[in-house]
């Protein structure tokens, strides 16, 4: 049977499939997985909706849910992020180009706005008489909200006819996803109602995907129970952190091949991703300055023993600017503006609305010259002949996976783990009431003692000999020897 599709190129399956055969040895918890689970398949029955950076690491991600019995949809969480190889190795899977036999996957590197939303779509449209998805796999929370916008509208009877007062921030995006349900509600009335109450629950794998969710369940909006898988130790404090640490300079890198060493860059936020970036900026040499709106974590980064000021204050020093906030309007035109000639501005937060990328395009005089795909430069006519500009990668959009391809594997492969337990978690335990077990409409994180496994899976793999607790040491802290071996309070 031929399945349904869209990806860049399909005879670039097999160099995609070398890639993850490799990106394989490296994630040895979803490995793991596969051997623990593979027999049992407790996914048998789960229709996997997944939006996320569609990489090679993501390609393993896709085929251990199906190894464990999920059928699954793909798309992209990012219009700049999918490695083709990898979506054409994931589509043919044991077929081949002429005769694809793998999943469907409906994502390419470069799309645009609008054949964006029509892939987010199409993981959430299955054929008819699946039964449609019953389980959501999320990154930035996308998928998820425009299912429920989906809903709420139906419920409204109407698609507003222009983004609302608190819908803004999607501005001309945000159009987009508004024209796209319009259509679908005029076609397809009740669609968005029917696929969210067959939905078993969602795993977000982001910190932005996260925020959404707990403002959605704060409303009482939640339409289905939700796994944090972000705020897994294993995550948060592995990918965000260590995975940047990789990819931040091989975006830097491959983008522009700029020197870092001796120079200064700003990394705005120091939560997780910015403590990744500000320590391989520094690693390579480079004086770093760090901003900062919360108090501790500007402490944190002055013990660290970077420089900690307002990004106003080192416009004309930095030579790369780096935002990490998850937040908006970090870096505006007007900072643009007072940067040093060919100062390289980048974002590593989920969204591109860190940086004024409409204020710059508006900026009187402002020129865009495209040097290679997702490298711009922005030349500034002040009108007194001096040639200025500005370096922008990925148009203001996650530079490490729009400049290169995003985090590593053997990082990936805890955050996927996660994932893939937080799959198994909701869809098996759907049906069971919150005291049995089971999942209120609600934001949950992962046991750590999950959070433990999964770091275990990880430690042969790197030589780690891990000491083990006497059973009176163990009655001394209060603990099992089998852990969990801290509390659910202890910060890492
Ligand atoms: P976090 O919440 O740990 O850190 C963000 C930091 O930014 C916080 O310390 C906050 O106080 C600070 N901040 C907020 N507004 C600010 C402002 N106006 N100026 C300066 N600092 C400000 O979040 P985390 O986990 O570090 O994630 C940051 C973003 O990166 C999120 O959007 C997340 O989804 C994304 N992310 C990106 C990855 C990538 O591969 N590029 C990987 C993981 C997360």
Known sequence: MSIEFKVADLSLAEAGRHQIRLAEHEMPGLMALRREYGPSQPLAGARIAGSLHMTVQTAVLIETLTALGAEVRWASCNIFSTQDEAAAAVVVGNGTPQDPAGVPVFAWKNESLEEYWWTAQQILTWPEGSGGPNMILDDGGDATLLLHKGVEFEAAGAVPENPREGDADYSYEYTVILDMLRRSLAENPGKWTETAKGIRGVTEETTTGVLRLYQLAAEDKLLFPAINVNDSVTKSK???????????????????????????????????????????????????????????????????????????????????????????????????????????????????????????????????????????????????????????????????LGNATGHPSFVMSNSFANQTIAQIELFTKHGKSPRDGGYANQVYVLPKVLDEKVARLHLDALGVELTELSKSQAEYLGVDVAGPFKSDHYRY
């Not at 501790?296 to 790369?320: F, H, W």
């Open 238 to 400: 592995f990918d965000n952190k260590y995975g940047i640490r990789h990819s931040l300079p091989d975006g830097l890198n491959r983008a522009t091949d700029t020197l870092i060493g001796g120079k200064v860059a700003v990394i705005c936020g120091y939560g997780d991703v910015g403590k990744g970036a500000a320590e391989a900026l520094r690693g390579q040499g480079a004086r770093v300055i760090v901003t900062e709106i919360d108090p501790i974590c500007a402490l944190q980064a002055a013990m660290d023993g970077y420089q900690v000021a307002k990004l106003e204050s080192v416009l004309d020093q930095g030579d790369i600017f780096i935002t990490a906030t998850g937040n908006k309007d970090i870096i505006m035109a007007s900072h643009m503006a007072k940067m040093k000639h060919q100062a390289i501005v980048g974002n590593v937060g989920h969204f591109d609305n860190e940086i004024d990328m409409a204020g710059l395009a508006r900026t009187p005089g402002i020129r865009k010259v495209e040097i290679k795909p997702q490298v711009h430069e922005w030349v500034f006519d002040g009108g007194t002949g001096e040639q200025r500009s500005i370096i922008v990668l990925s148009e203001g959009r996650l530079l490490n």
